[in-house]
């Protein structure tokens, strides 16, 4: 059942603004910590109405957080993630300075550099990770050997890769082309407008030709120009626009 104008599940409201994870949000509702008008929730997908409803958690107002959107050029060696259990260093630590509990839209590999969203604003989140949205990202690889005219044209059409279940699925059509060889080596570009779990590394590793170094270097328009690697900077407000324009990608 879609959220009607003003309302959002609790356990959304309580992400966004009350500084934890999604999945901490529900074990503190389950738990019995959350109150929504003086009555206790009793489950995450509870609705609420953000600007009217009285929201605590062991007795604490919550209150609706400014929207804050954060690009980050993330390093390798860096969770993609607002927390984790194993306490490795995720890219929210790199965030000196945000005022807001911002969490990740989509997610790089632990050995992935690149180009990274953030933010507290789940509408937004959602289309730009929704498939059916077409949002592009554009990577370099650097991968082994030379591919050929043939592997290039496979990688375009789609090409069988691993799901994180375990089965076998055709990847979407991407945009690719070399940029610079090396003796046994080349730096290909691909655009893909879908966000599935390694997917470069297994489109490449598909075609005979495995990643050795991987970086993202568009999310849509947006690029990490001019930001040095763990370094940060919010959106500007024309960009906030036209990412949530028809045409972000």
Same mark, same amino acid.
């Given at each position: 059942?879609?959220?009607?104008?003003?309302?959002?599940?609790?356990?959304?409201?309580?992400?966004?603004?009350?500084?934890?994870?999604?999945?901490?949000?529900?074990?503190?509702?389950?738990?019995?910590?959350?109150?929504?008008?003086?009555?206790?929730?009793?489950?995450?997908?509870?609705?609420?109405?953000?600007?009217?409803?009285?929201?605590?958690?062991?007795?604490?107002?919550?209150?609706?957080?400014?929207?804050?959107?954060?690009?980050?050029?993330?390093?390798?060696?860096?969770?993609?993630?607002?927390?984790?259990?194993?306490?490795?260093?995720?890219?929210?630590?790199?965030?000196?300075?945000?005022?807001?509990?911002?969490?990740?839209?989509?997610?790089?590999?632990?050995?992935?550099?690149?180009?990274?969203?953030?933010?507290?604003?789940?509408?937004?989140?959602?289309?730009?990770?929704?498939?059916?949205?077409?949002?592009?990202?554009?990577?370099?690889?650097?991968?082994?050997?030379?591919?050929?005219?043939?592997? /290039?044209?496979?990688?375009?059409?789609?090409?069988?890769?691993?799901?994180?279940?375990?089965?076998?699925?055709?990847?979407?059509?991407?945009?690719?082309?070399?940029?610079?060889?090396?003796?046994?080596?080349?730096?290909?570009?691909?655009?893909?407008?879908?966000?599935?779990?390694?997917?470069?590394?297994?489109?490449?590793?598909?075609?005979?030709?495995?990643?050795?170094?991987?970086?993202?270097?568009?999310?849509?328009? /947006?690029?990490?120009?001019?930001?040095?690697?763990?370094?940060?900077?919010?959106?500007?407000?024309?960009?906030?626009?036209?990412?949530?324009?028809?045409?972000?990608?």
């Amino acid at each position: 059942m879609p959220e009607s104008e003003g309302e959002v599940r609790l356990n959304r409201f309580l992400a966004e603004n009350g500084g934890v994870s999604r999945r901490e949000a529900d074990d503190i509702i389950f738990a019995g910590r959350v109150t929504v008008n003086g009555t206790v929730a009793e489950t995450p997908a509870v609705r609420i109405d953000a600007t009217r409803d009285s929201v605590k958690v062991s007795g604490k107002r919550i209150w609706p957080q400014r929207k804050e959107y954060v690009l980050l050029n993330k390093p390798e060696g860096v969770i993609s993630s607002a927390d984790d259990p194993q306490h490795r260093r995720t890219v929210v630590d790199l965030l000196h300075g945000v005022r807001a509990h911002v969490y990740p839209v989509g997610r790089l590999d632990v050995n992935t550099s690149g180009v990274m969203l953030l933010t507290n604003d789940g509408d937004l989140a959602l289309k730009l990770t929704h498939p059916r949205f077409g949002f592009s990202k554009t990577y370099q690889a650097k991968v082994q050997g030379q591919p050929s005219p043939r592997a /290039l044209q496979k990688l375009a059409t789609g090409v069988h890769i691993p799901t994180e279940s375990g089965r076998m699925e055709v990847s979407l059509p991407a945009k690719v082309k070399i940029v610079k060889t090396f003796e046994r080596n080349a730096l290909l570009e691909i655009t893909v407008q879908e966000g599935r779990y390694h997917l470069v590394r297994s489109m490449c590793a598909a075609v005979g030709h495995p990643v050795i170094k991987l970086s993202r270097v568009k999310f849509g328009f /947006l690029t990490a120009a001019g930001l040095p690697l763990g370094r940060w900077r919010y959106l500007t407000t024309d960009e906030v626009q036209r990412l949530k324009g028809e045409k972000a990608s």
